[in-house]
């Protein structure tokens, strides 16, 4: 157990549709990151958090946005969901600086489908 | 932004074998990092090794990294049906962005 909690575990949707993925990092951790993982696309990285503030962005579109709230959790936004959406998508934390020995520690994971 | 890639992508081997995986990246970087992931979930950070640092050694783990040849090593000694799992390893940008980027993996499968 890496001590980062996501939730859900599994969600279906629709295509269309909107929806929000919860991500806790470990206790200490400013940093919290996205990832998306596809089986054609590998494990990409989408955004950044740094205690409340966005740090760094990555292949993130347009329809998708996150947040870190004062807590520390983060949330991912996916909206106008596509059949391309479907993948597993992650968070992690890192414990601070969040500087060049970023260890990073994952979360389970919550599983998308796009029907 | 440059992208670690591992290789092979699949290795199939015996209990009590060693398994060695490759991974190559194209620019300078600050650490390369390795990570487990079993099927379907999160990943596990296995190691880090500095750039300034040639070789680690972490329990049946050990990596090695040559920067003049933008490569580095994963070799797991005595492996165990347990060890089957993809791993991936991690580079940042020594230009300061902070971010591991993942390579494909190599998946392997170790048969009792």
């Known amino acids: 157990d890496s001590g980062v909690t996501q939730t859900p575990k599994h969600l279906i949707t629709a295509t269309g549709q909107r929806v929000t993925l919860r991500c806790s990092p470990r206790?200490?951790?400013?940093?919290v990151y996205w990832y998306q993982q596809s089986l054609d696309q590998g494990l990409q990285f989408l955004i950044q958090y740094y205690n409340g503030e966005e740090r760094a962005k990555g292949n993130i579109l347009e329809r998708f946005s996150a947040q870190q709230f004062p807590d520390l959790h983060s949330e991912l936004n996916l909206s106008s969901l596509e059949l391309g959406d479907s993948a597993l998508y992650f968070c992690?934390?890192?414990?601070?600086?969040?500087?060049?020995?970023?260890?990073?520690?994952f979360g389970p994971g919550t599983r998308l489908t796009v029907l | 932004s440059q992208q670690g890639e591992e290789d092979p992508q699949a290795l199939s081997i015996q209990e009590g074998e060693n398994a060695t995986m490759n991974c190559s990246y194209k620019?300078?970087?600050?650490?390369l990092q390795w990570y487990r992931q079993n099927s379907g979930r999160g990943l596990v950070h296995l190691i880090l090794i500095r750039s300034n640092e040639r070789e680690k050694h972490s329990g049946r783990l050990r990596v090695t990294l040559d920067t003049s040849k933008k490569s580095s090593s994963l070799l797991i000694t005595a492996s165990r049906a347990a060890d089957t799992a993809s791993y991936f390893c991690?580079?940042?940008?020594?230009?300061?962005?902070?971010?591991?980027?993942f390579g494909r993996g190599t998946s392997l499968i170790v048969h009792p």
């Open positions: 991690a580079t940042d940008d020594s230009g300061g962005s902070y971010i591991p980027t």
């Open positions: 206790s200490g951790d400013l940093s």
């Open positions: 620019t300078s970087i600050n650490n």
């Open positions: 992690a934390s890192s414990p601070p600086p969040g500087g060049t020995y970023n260890e990073q520690f």
